[in-house]
């Protein structure tokens, strides 16, 4: 990884008694983006993941992105330096989901239930759109502390069986100049960028604990999204993000 975070996970309540209330500003859906920068196809997959960001063109539906690069590219001409085992092995558990004959890029993951090539924009928001029509649950994230240690309580609740709880710290946005491979010559922008993707736990129904995270390892300008998701790359119930310097849900 790019860099580690320091996480302490206190105070933790698991039950079932899952809550479905509406949330305001739009179901939130997380739009995964597996990619490279090795890839002379994923240029255009990394502009939709930011457009999405940007525009939020699904009524009813909040986008939630989380762009994960993958390491099987690095030995191909060009070594992303965002890359990471982590996230390939998170893109074979959705091979196995859904029976592909193996890991590709650009591939989008939708609520973890749909994929589609990453640079479709239709199959994207006609995915997104059937997610938020169909929510699970509800999280909500408090910053509790700012300064060199944030304290963020996390509090979900959803239909459904036993999820793990995931926290992925995300860079907003960057840009890499590519010299050798595929996009030797490009400068390549990226949104959503996973850092880091910790698990904080499991539940079933309902999650309650607080994380501590060294804000100080962490890229700025930042954010945290939390989720929680049938293990192995099944359905994500429920999920939300804040900004790493700000109080309020984003």
């Avoid at 890839?39 to 999405?52: N, T, V």
Wanted: hydrophobic share 45%.
């Amino acid at each position: 990884m790019a860099f580690s975070i320091r996480a302490a996970f206190i105070a933790l309540t698991l039950h079932a008694a899952p809550d479905h209330s509406d949330v305001n500003r739009g179901v939130p859906v997380i739009v995964e983006l597996f990619t490279s920068e090795g890839c002379s196809s994923c240029p255009s997959a990394d502009a939709l993941l930011a457009q999405l960001i940007r525009n939020q063109p699904v009524s009813g539906a909040r986008v939630i992105a989380l762009g994960e690069h993958v390491d099987y590219w690095d030995d191909l001409g060009w070594k992303d330096s965002f890359s990471a085992k982590t996230f390939t092995e998170r893109q074979l558990d959705y091979v196995r989901q859904f029976k592909l004959r193996g890991p590709y890029t650009p591939q989008m993951v939708i609520g973890g239930l749909v994929q589609v090539l990453g640079s479709d924009e239709q199959a994207a928001r006609e995915a997104i759109a059937r997610i938020a029509n169909s929510p699970a649950g509800t999280m909500t994230l408090r910053l509790v502390e700012l300064g060199t240690d944030v304290s963020l309580d996390v509090q979900a609740s959803w239909s459904g069986g036993r999820a793990e709880i995931l926290l992925a710290v995300v860079e907003d946005h960057a840009v890499t100049k590519v010299t050798r491979g595929e996009n030797a010559g490009r400068a390549i922008e990226h949104a959503a960028i996973v850092r880091s993707l910790t698990r904080l736990g499991t539940g079933v129904g309902v999650f309650s604990g607080r994380v501590t995270i060294d804000a100080r390892l962490a890229p700025q300008p930042a954010h945290v999204v939390v989720f929680a998701q049938e293990p192995h790359g099944g359905r994500i119930y429920a999920a939300e993000t804040v900004s790493l310097k700000s109080t309020e849900a984003r």
